[in-house]
């Protein structure tokens, strides 16, 4: 299994590119967790470290 990062929150300022833990450049992949009542969290994964991030953005479907 693979080793899971704890989920951290970050405020989506300006171009939401570069990794804040390891300075990746090359943007996020995005992970959709599973549904709740304030819909499903869209969370943002580096895919050089791991990092995830919450900016607040939720998806409804």
């Known amino acids: 299994m693979d080793d899971v990062r704890p989920i ?11 990794c804040p833990d390891c300075g990746y450049t090359r943007g996020f992949h995005v ?7 304030a819909g499903r969290p869209a969370v943002l994964c580096c895919p050089e470290c791991g990092a995830r991030f919450d900016v607040g953005w939720r998806i409804w479907l």
């Not at 992970?31 to 009542?37: A, R």
Request: proline residues 11%.
């Open 8 to 18: 951290r929150t970050l405020a989506p300022e300006g171009e939401v590119r570069i």
């Open 31 to 37: 992970t959709l967790l599973p549904d709740s009542d």
